[in-house]
């Protein structure tokens, strides 16, 4: 379905974390997923890599339900951040960013 509603548990396990954990979040698919499965080999720094590679089907439907659940995160996320940004009361400062 498009659009469901969430137990709260479940709302809580797929929108945890800040920003910068997001991304480290893709990078470890990409790292652990992506580009192994892309490039057939668990150590894509150690090879030459060739300049065009093709996911198989088989490759395909591994990766769905990892973005099936990115894009379930993603929604979830940014729902939260609007709600945040748009609740009644006093703006709140921005923390600094880290170093």
Known sequence: PVVRRYAP???AELTGGTPDDWGRESWEIARSFVY???FDSEDVCAAPLPEKTAL???????GVPIAKRRVQQAGLRIADLLTSAFAPG???VPEEPRR
């Open 90 to 92: 006093p703006l709140v």
């Open 36 to 38: 192994p499965t892309a």
């Open 9 to 11: 548990a479940e709302r």
């Open 56 to 62: 198989s089907q088989e490759d395909i439907v591994r």
